[in-house]
């Protein structure tokens, strides 16, 4: 069977901070906004991929996402399409709770770990059985539209992480080990007919000393 063709290089791109993001609150497949902070991240991260050539360009249609997206646009003169196959996993009754709400109401996510999909860890049980809604293997379909080019993908941290599990070639089984900050930029290659990771959460774009740790979502 031949393989769907790829493009030479995908550029994954997580979302600007959104307000519940500053407030370490769970969001799943929950819409809120920008914050002020994650539209400044969002200009930052449009002014360093302008004057690029771009095969495509696609984003999540949460809020969050497109209103990362539209600073893009400002910046490159490029039109996003909106996915709902981009949208961050769904973690059911976890979304909308404080992380530290987390560990009270589900004890055992609080003794395992870290629960946030863009930090280290995320229930095996739970991960599989929520993200059904929004499969990164399905979302990555239209990747078949392009043989070649860059492509520009704003997303979720969930999103990534697994799209970084399926080119090293293992399921994730809910264990995300990559940190991937807000407004940063993770690339998967395609060298030699094989797919390879080309860098992970970059943010040299942002100012270091307001670059967050990641937050849920």
């Known amino acids: 069977m031949t393989a769907r063709p790829w493009p030479a290089r995908l550029l ?3 979302h600007g901070q959104s307000t519940w993001n500053s407030e370490h609150r769970i969001q799943g497949q929950l819409d809120p906004p920008l914050s002020d902070e994650g539209r400044r991240q969002a200009e930052r991260l449009g002014q360093r991929i302008a004057g690029r050539r771009f095969a495509g360009f ?5 809020k969050r996402a497109v209103e990362t997206a539209q600073a893009i646009e400002a910046a490159t003169g ?22 530290d709400d987390l560990a009270v109401r589900f004890p055992e996510a609080g003794r395992a770990g870290p629960t946030s999909p863009t930090g280290t860890w995320c229930p095996v049980a739970r991960a599989q059985r929520f993200s ?26 969930g999103v990534i992480q697994i799209a970084l599990h399926r080119v090293i070639g293992r399921p994730s089984r ?10 940063s930029i993770s690339v998967i290659e395609r060298r030699d ?10 943010t040299e774009h942002l100012d270091p000393a307001r670059v967050a740790e990641p937050g849920p979502g």
């Open 132 to 157: 059904r809604r929004a499969s990164p293997r399905r979302s990555m379909r239209f990747l078949g539209r392009h043989s070649h080019g860059d492509v520009v993908v704003v997303t979720h941290g």
């Open 58 to 62: 696609y984003s999540s249609d949460l």
């Open 12 to 14: 994954l791109v997580r």
């Open 193 to 202: 007919g094989r797919m390879v990771i080309g860098g992970v959460n970059d």
């Open 78 to 99: 490029l039109q996003a399409e909106p996915m709902a196959g981009l949208r961050e996993i769904f973690l059911g009754e976890w979304e909308g709770l404080r992380t």
């Open 174 to 183: 809910g264990l995300f080990p990559f940190k991937i900050q807000n407004a």
